[in-house]
């Protein structure tokens, strides 16, 4: 009978320590003309479980109007636990598909903008970086696109601001290329919430 009484402390125990652990995500997308590479991963207890996603080409298909995309995950810092590159597509029709669906959440859930907002307050962004080179050959034409991505790069951290809790000032950067046809952005992001909130507003 101790034995039982000690094991369902150890849960209750075990459940708490889940329930007020940070989750970290470390997003880091690069883009480069054509090619694109993502990676998003997720760590708790400081780093001693991580789960990466790698995603290193996204591209139009040429024979579909679909976005053909590769990826892997790995487990913690092994090379050896990483799954084999997995190759997929988006098609219009399937993104549809998964709007409808979500559409359909939204409609059945009671009080869903009011869930998601609060929980959407919860989350903290440690850091936040975006830097981006770009030319198109023109000083004119490049000189307007420079000033237009400030402003739309303006408008995303007023909007992340509004929604999260910045923990420190983003660092953003606009260099314009005069000379060539060029569109380079690097945009590394960390953001961190306790999984407890998580589960309150998925029972929610």
């Given at each position: 009978?101790?034995?039982?009484?000690?094991?369902?402390?150890?849960?209750?125990?075990?459940?708490?320590?889940i329930i007020?652990?940070?989750?970290?995500?470390?997003?880091?997308?690069?883009?480069?003309?054509?090619?694109?590479?993502?990676?998003?991963?997720?760590?708790?207890?400081?780093?001693?479980?991580?789960?990466?996603?790698?995603?290193?080409?996204?591209?139009?298909?040429?024979?579909?109007?679909?976005?053909v995309v590769?990826?892997?995950?790995?487990?913690?810092?092994?090379?050896?636990?990483?799954?084999?590159?997995?190759?997929?597509?988006?098609?219009?029709?399937?993104?549809?598909?998964?709007?409808?669906?979500?559409?359909?959440?939204?409609?059945?859930?009671?009080?869903?903008?009011?869930?998601?907002?609060?929980?959407?307050?919860?989350?903290?962004?440690?850091?936040?970086?975006?830097?981006?080179?770009?030319?198109?050959?023109?000083?004119?034409?490049?000189?307007?696109?420079?000033?237009?991505?400030?402003?739309?790069?303006?408008?995303?951290?007023?909007?992340?601001?509004?929604?999260?809790?910045?923990?420190?000032?983003?660092?953003?950067?606009?260099?314009?290329?005069?000379?060539?046809?060029?569109?380079?952005?690097?945009?590394?992001?960390?953001?961190q919430f306790?999984?407890?909130?998580?589960?309150?507003?998925?029972?929610?």
């Amino acid at each position: 009978m101790n034995w039982l009484f000690i094991a369902l402390i150890i849960i209750i125990l075990f459940i708490l320590l889940i329930i007020f652990s940070k989750l970290t995500i470390l997003l880091n997308y690069f883009h480069h003309n054509d090619n694109d590479e993502l990676k998003i991963q997720f760590r708790i207890w400081f780093g001693l479980i991580r789960y990466t996603l790698n995603v290193p080409l996204v591209k139009i298909d040429d024979n579909s109007p679909s976005i053909v995309v590769k990826g892997s995950t790995q487990m913690g810092d092994s090379s050896e636990k990483e799954s084999p590159t997995k190759e997929g597509q988006i098609t219009k029709e399937g993104l549809m598909a998964k709007l409808t669906n979500a559409k359909e959440v939204i409609q059945h859930v009671s009080n869903m903008n009011v869930i998601v907002s609060k929980f959407i307050k919860r989350i903290v962004i440690k850091h936040f970086e975006w830097h981006s080179l770009v030319g198109v050959g023109d000083a004119a034409h490049t000189g307007i696109i420079t000033g237009a991505l400030w402003t739309l790069k303006g408008s995303v951290v007023g909007m992340l601001s509004n929604f999260l809790r910045l923990k420190e000032m983003p660092i953003l950067s606009v260099t314009p290329h005069f000379q060539m046809a060029i569109l380079q952005t690097h945009i590394t992001c960390i953001f961190q919430f306790r999984i407890g909130y998580a589960i309150l507003a998925g029972l929610k």
